[in-house]
């Protein structure tokens, strides 16, 4: 019994890591908090970076690449479409669609106008779809060619539907980025509504 004690004690001692090692991997490498300027929402960070570093890539999807430049003029692009469709400040808009390059454009130009964006998975069920779809009341759903082609809604929300692919090929990409106002959000302002399982499913 008091071999094995021993032993135990023993092996405790025995460490991989130095005291100091330890301390270098617990916590020096993890001291990675930065200062930041809460004042700036995230979608004019991205705007700042535009025009710092335009031609680095800021998305990458398979084999789709776009630069900071890119990405900024995509969500103008967009952002002004909504807008003439009559997309106003605090619209909750629903982001149905494959994950990529578009989905981030998406996203990207809802927050310009200062509206809530709303993502749903499109791998969830159609009647979970639905249940979500008549909680927000979204005033658009953006979506791609190839989701709105697979799946079935109610007529209201049916109409609701925008193909955001589709417009990349119906209207020609401005050389020059258009000008957009992007709305500057208020700390206070709702930036999105994520649904989760939660404990009831709902």
Not at 69 to 91: F, Q, S, V
């Amino acid at each position: 019994m008091k071999e094995g004690l021993q032993h135990d004690i023993a092996h405790q001692e025995c460490g991989l890591l130095s005291p100091e090692e330890k301390q270098c991997m617990l916590c020096d490498w993890n001291k990675t908090e930065r200062a930041y300027d809460f004042s700036r929402p995230v979608h004019r960070l991205i705007e700042d970076q535009a025009k710092k570093t335009p031609h680095h890539i800021a998305v990458t999807s398979n084999s789709i690449r776009l630069t900071y430049a890119e990405l900024n003029l995509k969500a103008n692009t967009l952002a002004n479409m909504l807008r003439d469709k009559g997309i106003r400040h605090n619209d909750a808009i629903v982001v149905y669609m494959s994950r990529g390059v578009d989905s981030i454009v998406a996203v990207f130009a809802i927050l310009k106008l200062g509206c809530v964006y709303v993502p749903i998975d499109t791998a969830q069920p159609e009647e979970r779809v639905n249940y979500m779809l008549s909680e927000v009341n979204p005033k658009l759903i953006l979506s791609d060619c190839a989701t709105i082609a697979s799946r079935t809604f109610d007529l209201e929300h049916s109409n609701k539907q925008l193909a955001v692919d589709s417009l990349w090929k119906a209207k020609s990409t401005p050389a020059q980025i258009p000008y957009f106002p992007s709305y500057h959000s208020k700390k206070d302002d709702l930036a999105y509504i994520m649904y989760t399982s939660g404990s009831t499913g709902k």
